[in-house]
């Protein structure tokens, strides 16, 4: 096949207007294309008079090789590459011990998956709840406020990436596109095709959760199996060689390979590991808010009269600063048309995520607004950036009065350092509700004196962020 990149497009586009431009730039009659596929759809709105849709597609004909040579010196025609994916092995028959994968989560559901697809009848050991029961507990937190420490937005089949709508692009490179492996499992677990090739795709909370369950059933069609409840509380391992893991209900399973897919808020887990003797090193975080604005006003400021068109949808943006005391700040997790939710995992510390549906018709945005700490910050060993998080995360308890409330302050006093006492523009999305007052204590000096110079930064790129609420 062969791929064409740049091709550009009036947003209003026909449908067959995408044909023509290939025929016209392979310079081939219509007799000639076998047939095409998209394999991206971005936008370019740096022009908001002038809009226009990118394609990048991969063509069939049967001119090809012709046709390479003929456009070898442009680089926007090439040979499409080889996108398939294809497994290191298969199990031999007498492959001994059934590996294990500890998690659920995006991580330990594709690696159970990929196990299951080699032959391998992996054993899958989650410590919470299935998405569908998991979902009953979450959403009994966000509406009346009762916890369950091993069932929430963060422990549970589909792990924390089911209630953060299931963003699917990153900013690694992946020249094994290892990435459409992952987005077509997705799509044949039931995710909408346009995955596959629109700009940023997602999926959505609650269409993520009938996608996972049929993640697991194709995993159990292969001989894998999944067991929910079930926590590791600890790992037996001999010399340098792992036997088998223990759950707390005192069962001992048996096996030379396991996957620890654990997740970053199983913090039980990871001091289970220090504790054995397990290498660990600590890593680079952020900390920082969560922001929300009118959906309305993110369109404006990227769309300008074209806000509102189908094919553009709910915009987002990404934004960064670096800051004087040598800080970075920037958005994170931006979520169109959606809502701040609570994603507490532990009982007393107060944790708030993004989330949106698949229609991002949500009223307002929101992204985090973090600032990038390393381990210098805290230099107490390898587990003491878990010990600063669970430090935070009580903090924003205290401030939000204790009761799984998010503390939250207007923007503009946010700036002028003077507590908030009324709502401005915005309302708040959070579920159990806020506290309004002053979030000046809830982060170190150097994270808040970070924020405080970039929001006017930001504020400048898209017109009305002062004024708006900060989480």
Same mark, same amino acid.
């Given at each position: ?11 209003? @586009?026909? /449908?067959? &207007? ?46 090809? %090789? ?5 456009? %070898? %010196? ?35 559901? #594709? ?10 009848? *992996? ?9 569908? !029961? ?25 792990? &924390? =990436? ?8 990153? +900013? ?17 677990? =039931? ?49 340098? +060689? ?21 997740? @970053? ?9 220090? !504790?054995? =003797? ?5 890593? *680079?975080?952020?900390?920082? #808010? ?30 960064? @600063?670096?800051?004087?005391? =040598? ?16 994603? &507490? ?47 935070? /995360? ?14 939250? +302050? ?17 309302? *708040? ?41 900060? #989480?």
């Amino acid at each position: 096949m062969i791929r064409l990149s740049e091709i550009k497009l009036p947003l209003d @586009h026909a /449908e067959p &207007a995408l044909q023509e431009a290939i025929l016209e730039k392979l310079r081939i009659s219509a007799s000639e294309l076998t047939g095409y596929t998209i394999f991206k759809r971005s936008y370019d709105a740096r022009k908001k008079s002038n809009i226009i849709l990118v394609y990048i597609v991969d063509v069939k004909t049967p001119k090809e %090789k012709a046709l390479i040579q003929q456009f %070898k %010196k442009d680089p926007h025609v090439t040979l499409a590459p080889d996108m398939a994916y294809h497994p290191v092995t298969q199990a031999p028959k007498d492959f001994g011990d059934r590996p294990i994968v500890i998690g659920t989560g995006p991580c330990g559901m #594709f690696a159970g998956l990929l196990l299951a697809q080699m032959g391998f009848r *992996p054993i899958l050991l989650e410590r919470g709840k299935s998405v569908r !029961d998991r979902s009953v507990d979450t959403f009994g937190f966000w509406l009346k406020k009762r916890l369950n420490p091993e069932s929430n937005a963060q422990f549970g089949e589909g792990g &924390a =990436g089911t209630f953060s709508d299931g963003k699917l692009y990153s +900013q690694v490179r992946d020249p094994k596109h290892y990435g459409r492996k992952v987005l077509s499992e997705l799509v044949n677990a =039931g995710a909408a095709p346009e995955i596959l090739y629109i700009n940023k795709p997602h999926i959505g909370t609650y269409r993520l959760v009938k996608i996972v369950q049929n993640l697991r059933a194709t995993i159990e069609q292969l001989g894998g199996e999944i067991r929910f409840q079930c926590c590791v509380e600890d790992i037996d391992i001999d010399g340098a +060689q792992v036997r088998g893991v223990r759950l707390d209900s005192g069962e001992y399973i048996a096996s030379s390979q396991v996957v620890l897919a654990v997740g @970053h808020s199983a913090r039980d887990t990871f001091q289970m590991l220090w !504790d054995r =003797g397990v290498y660990i090193e600590p890593k *680079p975080f952020s900390i920082g #808010f969560r922001i929300e604005h009118p959906q309305s006003l993110i369109d404006q400021s990227r769309f300008g009269a074209q806000a509102g068109h189908t094919r553009l949808g709910s915009a987002d943006y990404k934004l960064v @600063h670096h800051c004087e005391n =040598g800080r970075t700040v920037y958005s994170f997790c931006m979520c169109p048309g959606g809502k701040v939710v609570a994603a &507490a995992s532990e009982p007393g510390r107060l944790v708030t995520n993004g989330m949106s549906e698949y229609a991002r018709d949500e009223s307002n945005a929101n992204s985090a607004i973090v600032v990038g700490i390393t381990p210098e910050d805290y230099p107490d060993g390898p587990l003491a950036g878990v010990a600063l998080q669970r430090s935070l /995360e009580e903090r924003a308890f205290e401030l939000g009065g204790g009761t799984y409330e998010a503390p939250a +302050q207007l923007v503009g006093d946010f700036l002028a350092d003077r507590p908030s006492t009324a709502f401005g523009q915005v309302y *708040p999305s959070y579920k159990p509700g806020v506290t309004l007052g002053s979030l000046s204590s809830s982060l170190p000096d150097y994270a808040i004196a970070a924020i405080r110079e970039a929001i006017p930064v930001f504020d400048q790129r898209f017109v009305g962020l002062r004024w708006r609420r900060l #989480f």
